[in-house]
């Protein structure tokens, strides 16, 4: 090999990791693992993934002006997707994240799916969440088919936004892998 493929084979070699690295499949652990959801019941996270063909899980900040923004777009996500097999939750793995004080912003916030409370941010460090609003599309075998923002917008929502999560979802739905993700946009998390 001469000194000039060399450096061309270790950049492709890069790319081909790199883009393999966008579309993830990792598979989380959940063995035992439960988070209390704002509807009062306990969520085993392993029987949620077994249960549906996609979960969707998204990142979730009391205080951040983007998750305000976008409860509107995962009520409507929520309801489109959840007749075809998808479940979503949102997660609070903030720092002091209490399961009552959850309940009482989902009802406030009129919420029709379960806000999960995740206080030593196991799902937020397992997954790699760092900001509100980033989404993780996992399947039934508990592999991540999607992380990622939710769209491209951050505090005011536009029109003609990219709709990220949208695409990942019909994508897994008819079999195909979803494009490389968005950008997850937002605060970010107060972990421990």
Do not use: W
């Amino acid at each position: 090999m001469t000194r000039r493929a060399l450096p061309l084979l270790l950049l492709c070699l890069s790319c081909l990791f790199g883009c393999a690295s966008r579309q993830p499949t990792e598979r989380i652990l959940l063995e035992p693992f439960a988070l209390q959801g704002s509807d009062g019941r306990t969520h085993e996270l392993s029987r949620v993934l077994a249960e549906n063909p996609l979960t969707v899980f998204v990142f979730y900040s009391e205080s951040c002006p983007c998750v305000s923004a976008h409860e509107p777009r995962l009520k409507e996500i929520f309801e489109d997707y959840r007749g075809r097999g998808v479940q979503l939750f949102l997660v609070n793995s903030e720092r002091g994240a209490d399961p009552q004080q959850d309940a009482r912003e989902a009802q406030r916030r009129d919420y029709p799916f379960v806000l999960l409370t995740d206080p030593e941010a196991r799902l937020a460090r397992t997954v790699g969440a760092q900001f509100a609003t980033h989404a993780i599309v996992v399947d039934a075998e508990g592999l991540v088919r999607y992380s990622g923002g939710v769209d491209s917008d951050m505090v005011r929502l536009t029109p003609d936004a990219t709709p990220h999560l949208r695409n990942a979802l019909d994508a897994l739905l008819a079999g195909r892998a979803p494009e490389v993700a968005g950008r997850a946009r937002g605060c970010v998390l107060q972990l421990h």
